[in-house]
């Protein structure tokens, strides 16, 4: 069962984006919008 799933989600991975949608990509996600802390205070994890 295992292979069979590995073999199904291996195959979603094998895509090509057009120029297209890359600019789109670049435009809802710009470089480094994601950048910083995932939360504003990780004082109280793994105390």
Known sequence: MHVVRLC???SQVN???TPAEL???DEVSPLG???G???ADM???NR
């Open 43 to 45: 004082s109280s994890v």
């Open 23 to 25: 600019a789109r990509i």
């Open 15 to 17: 895509i090509t984006l």
């Open 33 to 35: 919008v994601a950048a």
């Open 8 to 10: 199904l989600d291996y």
């Open 37 to 39: 802390d995932r939360y």
